[in-house]
């Protein structure tokens, strides 16, 4: 059988692709059954075949092979997509959509870059500063939490949001109300400590800030550090560490990313922890695909495997090592939102499900649709806000109809959204990382 037969993509691709583009051997996986279309929060909500992953494989196959411009409306249908990886666990095929989607978004952002394709100044500015300035500085964003912290305790926040200034702002003046509130001190007044391991020493771990989640969850890091060091953790928090290239690595920024990996391999490998440990499902899922972002870099490819061979997401490790320490009683109703890159990225259903279960008292009830995503998807909520604002509208709908008092979920990003769909709703639920219900448990974190 020729070649042409079998791989019909990598028969016709166009010469001299970015290295960065979707391979070919990618494309030729989809065989266009349609089995993830309905899994698709995009396609539920639009019925638009060209917003199904098969129609969005089937765009990035004809942009591959010279058939398709890459336009506006091909932008627009890959801008749409939440990245969210449910396709991927419902393809047959084995087709790696979350690679695909980073990879034609970088090959996007590389035509842009060479100016093949229009990007306002604003566009750049907005993305060299968020993505090359901020997120990977720590003192860009311990200055940016000052700053942010100052703005509500001074009372100005609520100055802002009673006199209808926002009004003026459009889609940022929308998006205010439901940003969340820095916390003081960050947890990089963390970084560099060692938190000994109550009890007999099991395991010495490394945990891993994150960027943005440093200022905005420092609560939530410092919960997960006890509930670690409550089971026999040692629990170092590696000075050096910095963003894990998540955002990047989704935004098509992939050589940002690449550089963000590097920094972090030098900084916890040497290290020789037991594991690596991430509370942010979206950090986690990027964590573990270091090998494959550096597979061509001589000098980091069996470093990142060895990295990856290390990282757990905070979850899977409690439950595989198991509880030392007997969760106390909670009376209280939970349901769980699974996070996208925690189920889909990293195949990790029931570790979280696994540890409410140990709490004494919780009464959990499954969420319908719970593998569907809640529309958070790092940026997502900011940039595609009328679909993240739909696809939150019917979870608390499905939330309200558990009656739970606790929606709880593995990601702080996820955390985000379901807070301001609970606010915008006005249903009153509780929001909280599985962490921290299980350091409620244990007297830490205040139901
Ligand atoms: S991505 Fe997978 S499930 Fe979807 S159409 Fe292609 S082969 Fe079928
Ligand atoms: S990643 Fe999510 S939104 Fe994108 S095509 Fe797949 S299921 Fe749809």
């Known amino acids: 059988m020729a070649a042409s037969e079998t791989h019909p993509v990598a028969a016709s691709v166009l010469p001299n692709r970015n290295a960065d583009a979707p391979a070919a051997f990618d494309l030729d996986k989809c065989v266009h059954c349609g089995l993830c279309l309905n899994a698709c929060p995009t396609y539920r909500e639009l019925g638009v075949e060209m917003d199904s992953p098969r129609g969005r494989v089937y765009q990035m196959v004809q942009v591959a092979t010279g058939?398709?411009?890459?336009?506006?409306?091909y932008i627009?249908?890959?801008?749409?997509?939440?990245?969210?990886?449910?396709?991927?666990?419902?393809?047959?095929?084995?087709?790696?959509?979350?690679?695909?989607?980073e990879a034609a978004r970088a090959e996007i952002q590389s035509a842009k870059a060479q100016s093949k394709l229009p990007e306002s100044g604003a566009e750049r500015l907005i993305r060299a500063l968020v993505f090359g300035l901020i997120l990977p500085s720590r003192r860009w964003l311990r200055a940016i939490g000052a700053l942010l912290w100052m703005y509500e305790a001074t009372g100005l926040r609520s100055l802002v949001q009673g006199c209808g200034v926002l009004k003026l702002f459009g889609k940022l003046g929308r998006i205010e109300p439901l940003s969340p509130s820095a916390e003081m001190p960050t947890f990089f007044a963390s970084y560099g400590r060692i938190f000994p391991a109550e009890g007999e020493r099991r395991y010495r771990v490394a945990i891993l800030g994150?960027?943005?989640?440093?200022?905005?969850?420092?609560?939530?890091?410092?919960?997960?550090?006890?509930?670690?060091?409550?089971?026999?953790c040692e629990v170092h928090v590696p000075e050096n560490q910095t963003c894990c290239g998540a955002l990047?690595?989704?935004?098509?920024?992939?050589?940002?990313?690449?550089?963000?990996?590097?920094?972090?391999?030098?900084?916890?490998?040497?290290?020789?922890?037991?594991?690596?440990?991430?509370?942010?499902?979206?950090?986690?899922?990027?964590?573990?695909?270091y090998h494959e972002l550096l597979e061509h870099d001589p000098a980091y490819a069996e470093r990142a495997k060895a990295f990856v061979a290390k990282m757990r997401?905070?979850?899977?490790?409690?439950?595989?090592?198991?509880?030392?320490?007997?969760?106390?009683r909670i009376e209280t109703t939970v349901t769980y939102q699974d996070s996208c890159h925690l189920l889909h990225g990293q195949k990790i259903?029931?570790?979280?499900?696994?540890?409410?279960?140990?709490?004494?008292?919780?009464?959990?009830?499954?969420?319908?649709?719970?593998?569907?995503?809640?529309?958070?998807?790092?940026?997502?909520?900011?940039?595609?806000?009328?679909?993240?604002?739909?696809l939150i509208e019917r979870k608390i709908g499905y939330a309200n109809a558990t009656g739970a008092e606790i929606i709880a979920t593995a990601n702080p990003g996820c955390m985000l959204q379901l807070r301001a769909g609970v606010a915008r709703h006005g249903t009153g639920q509780k929001v909280m990382h599985v962490i921290e219900l299980l350091d409620a448990s244990y007297g830490g974190t205040k139901l």
């Open 313 to 328: 997401d905070v979850n899977e490790f409690l439950a595989g090592i198991g509880l030392t320490r007997a969760p106390g």
């Open 67 to 73: 058939q398709m411009e890459m336009g506006p409306s």
């Open 76 to 101: 627009e249908h890959l801008d749409l997509c939440l990245a969210c990886r449910a396709c991927e666990t419902a393809c047959p095929s084995g087709v790696p959509y979350g690679r695909m989607i």
């Open 210 to 232: 994150g960027c943005i989640a440093n200022i905005f969850f420092a609560r939530l890091h410092e919960a997960t550090v006890r509930v670690l060091t409550a089971n026999g």
């Open 349 to 390: 259903r029931n570790a979280p499900r696994e540890l409410l279960a140990q709490i004494p008292g919780v009464a959990f009830r499954e969420l319908p649709y719970s593998d569907i995503c809640c529309g958070s998807a790092g940026v997502y909520n900011v940039v595609q806000d009328e679909m993240a604002a739909a």
């Open 248 to 289: 990047h690595a989704h935004s098509g920024e992939r050589e940002q990313a690449r550089v963000l990996a590097r920094r972090n391999i030098d900084a916890l490998l040497p290290g020789d922890y037991d594991a690596i440990i991430s509370n942010t499902a979206g950090c986690g899922s990027a964590l573990k695909e």
